[in-house]
């Protein structure tokens, strides 16, 4: 049974980068019908989508964050990261990984990792 | 701004049906997927393609769509489908994917 799990660190300070990574077990990051996806959720606030990878590499990105997201891979580890720069307090989420089965006429974030809060505070 | 629109609020009587709408340009293309996440928890997928859901979810819920919107079926809502339920699709370009503002869901 395929499972995602994050983890960083739960507190950043007001204009570094918020560093998360996602680890993948229980099946291949390689697979070839998922790309691998990021959302974040404000308190008290709906579901933003941040940016997705594929296991080549081939990354999209929210234009709203674009300029400050970096997702990586790294097949060898069945793990993939989130960067991004210059947090403000706006950034303060829960983050959440998840996969995303992408066919020819069916996307879906299909397994999520439990998330995990980040506060952008001094 | 969201590209989908969903309505904020719903409310349904139990053992009664509800239907949960999201509005998009994007959905005349691409056929949206629905979540379910109750108070602390990740979400859960509970409807995606054409109208498939995934192993152990009821078939109580059930999607479709027309046009530029899709919908979300619960037929006979049950106390435990009280959640926040949100959409997903492309966007209108197809490169980017999109979340809904959310809709919550009060069971009477």
């Known amino acids: 049974q395929l499972q995602l799990q994050e983890s960083g660190p739960g507190l950043v300070k007001p204009s570094e980068t918020l560093s998360l990574t996602c680890t993948v077990s229980g099946g291949s990051i390689s697979s070839s019908s998922y790309y691998w996806g990021w959302i974040r959720q404000p308190p008290g606030k709906g579901l933003e989508w941040i940016g997705s990878?594929?296991?080549?590499?081939?990354?999209y990105y929210n234009p709203s964050l674009k300029s400050r997201v970096t997702i990586s891979v790294d097949t060898s580890k069945n793990q993939f990261s989130l960067k991004l720069s210059s947090v403000t307090a706006a950034d303060t989420a829960v983050y959440y990984c998840?996969?995303?089965?992408?066919?020819?006429?069916?996307?879906?974030?299909?397994?999520w990792g439990q998330g995990t809060m980040v506060t952008v505070s001094s | 701004s969201s590209e989908l629109t969903q309505d904020p609020a719903v409310s349904v009587a139990l053992g009664q049906t509800v239907r949960i709408t999201c509005q998009g340009d994007?959905?005349?293309?691409?056929?949206a997927s629905w979540y379910q996440q109750k108070p602390g928890q990740a979400p859960v997928l509970v409807i995606y393609?054409?109208?498939n859901r995934p192993s152990g979810i009821p078939d109580r819920f059930s999607g479709s769509s027309s046009g530029n919107t899709a919908s979300l079926t619960i037929t006979g809502a049950q106390a435990e489908d009280e959640a926040d339920y949100y959409c997903n699709s492309r966007d209108s370009s197809g490169n980017l994917w999109v979340f809904g503002g959310g809709t919550k869901l009060t069971v009477l």
């Open positions: 990878i594929y296991y080549s590499g081939s990354t």
């Open positions: 994007s959905l005349r293309s691409y056929y």
């Open positions: 998840a996969r995303v089965l992408v066919t020819t006429t069916i996307d879906a974030f299909d397994i």
């Open positions: 393609g054409k109208n």
